[in-house]
């Protein structure tokens, strides 16, 4: 499992606790919702594994999407499998390259990403490990350093491993299709999660505008 990759601006840092009255106090946890995207086909458009960071590019849509969770005050994370470093295609700086890429690309338009976390991991190169989706480890890490209630969150990806670990939390999975994505894997997201066309509506259907 690897260490997320954080933006530490202190004023995107939150509280840990919130008073609610004279009698109780809520901590940030169990208020938080965050939402967790996928990577490669979801906010960047997938071209294989990444070697240098000008092939990073947004996908229509995605900047808007991060902007308007931005300004509901959720926990924009990025969670990415990255089989490519165990397979010797990249390398943990290739990775960290076109992770800056992505933050600057974002941010040049006025949206930020909170942290981004991934495995560089797969079976058949490094053995099994429980941070490679649909393992929730890397989650589990994001909750934990974000006090972030995994319940109320939602799970956003092109393939169905991206969004699975929803049903590990009992939280809403989304599935944003697009031509790599196997139809079998659009027919169990559309019949046992949700289905919407682009990010546009991902945020539309989160937040119910």
């Given amino acids: ?8 601006n202190p004023h995107r840092e939150a509280r840990t606790s919130l008073a609610i009255t004279g009698e109780h106090t809520l901590s940030l946890r169990e208020i938080r919702p ?8 979801t906010l960047i458009r997938d071209v294989g594994y990444i070697r ?22 959720w926990p924009v994370i990025v969670v990415t499998n990255q089989s490519g470093i165990a397979r010797g295609l990249l ?20 949206a930020y990403i909170t942290a981004q976390y991934h495995c560089p991991h797969h079976p058949d190169y490094t053995g099994p490990c429980e941070c490679r989706k649909p393992g929730t480890a890397l989650f589990e890490q994001a909750i934990l350093e974000h006090a972030i209630n995994p319940a109320l969150s939602v799970f956003v990806g092109d393939r ?5 670990p929803a049903r590990h939390y009992g939280a809403r999975g989304v599935l944003v299709p697009n031509e790599g994505t196997p139809p079998q894997e659009v027919e169990r997201a559309r019949a046992e999660m949700e289905v919407v066309p682009t990010l546009t509506d991902v945020v539309r259907l989160v937040l119910q505008v």
Avoid: C, K, S
């Fill in 52 to 73: 240098h960071a000008e092939d990073v590019e947004l996908v229509p849509q995605a900047v808007n999407a991060v902007r308007r969770m931005n300004y509901q005050l």
């Fill in 1 to 8: 499992m690897t260490r997320g990759e954080h933006d530490r």
């Fill in 160 to 164: 169905w491993r991206d969004i699975l």
């Fill in 34 to 41: 965050a939402i967790f995207f996928d990577r490669d086909g």
């Fill in 91 to 110: 390398t943990e700086d290739d990775y960290e390259r076109a992770r800056a890429r992505l933050d600057d690309l974002v941010q040049e338009r006025g």
